[in-house]
């Protein structure tokens, strides 16, 4: 897979799994980022706390390189105009730190779905972090090309999982340590282990 293709990929575990340093990690090679930072965890960029100030701060910097990293107050409420914001500026890369709560089985905003569906032709990666896999929409999962998977416990996760990437991915789980991982991609048969 080319550096510079533009996928979904989604990573899954427990508080304190190392789902954001991974998550970290994966930005570190995007020049223009916004992550949406629910929980007050990234501090490399810009940080912004509301839509008043960002929209002025993202029309000067949309054409050219940008790392912003946006802890909403209302974050329910301001994620669909997020959304638009990374639909229209295209080629960029978009972080959603507890995805679970945009994208449940039983709501998906139209510019959110825009982006999970059709934002690699308008160059767009989103890496979606998530404790509970369970709740998201099928679409996302069915639309990712690679997912992260910490030390899953919880019956409902694990069962989803099984049904989503199988019993081989499954068995993997008992094996892991702390702060490793279950690497799946589209695919490849092969699974890999890694450590945040």
């Known amino acids: 897979m080319s550096k510079s293709e533009k996928i979904i990929e989604l ?4 508080r304190g799994s190392g789902k954001s340093y991974l998550a970290q990690k994966l930005m570190a090679g995007h020049r223009r980022y916004l992550i949406y930072d629910t929980l007050g965890e990234y501090k490399d960029g810009i ?3 509301n839509l008043q100030e960002l929209k002025p701060f993202w029309h000067k910097v949309y054409r050219r390189n940008f790392r912003i ?3 909403p107050l209302k974050p329910v409420q301001e994620f669909e105009s ?3 914001l990374v639909w229209e500026c295209e080629n960029m890369a978009f972080l959603v730190e507890e995805i679970d709560c945009f994208c449940s089985s039983l709501s998906l905003g139209d510019s959110f779905q825009s982006v999970i569906q059709r934002g690699r032709h308008r160059d767009i990666s989103l890496i979606g972090v998530t ?3 369970h709740g998201i929409a099928r679409l996302i999962t069915s639309q990712a090309k690679q997912m992260y998977i910490f ?3 919880e019956p409902r996760d694990i069962e989803y999982f099984r049904q ?5 991915v499954v068995q993997k789980f008992a094996d892991l340590k702390q702060y490793e991982f279950v690497k799946w991609q589209d695919g490849n048969e092969q699974l890999e282990i890694g450590r945040a």
């Open 11 to 14: 990573i899954f575990g427990k």
């Open 69 to 71: 990293v946006y802890q």
């Open 164 to 168: 989503v990437l199988g019993e081989n």
């Open 47 to 49: 940080v912004i706390q």
């Open 131 to 133: 404790q509970r896999p």
């Open 151 to 153: 030390n899953t416990t």
């Open 82 to 84: 997020i959304c638009e």
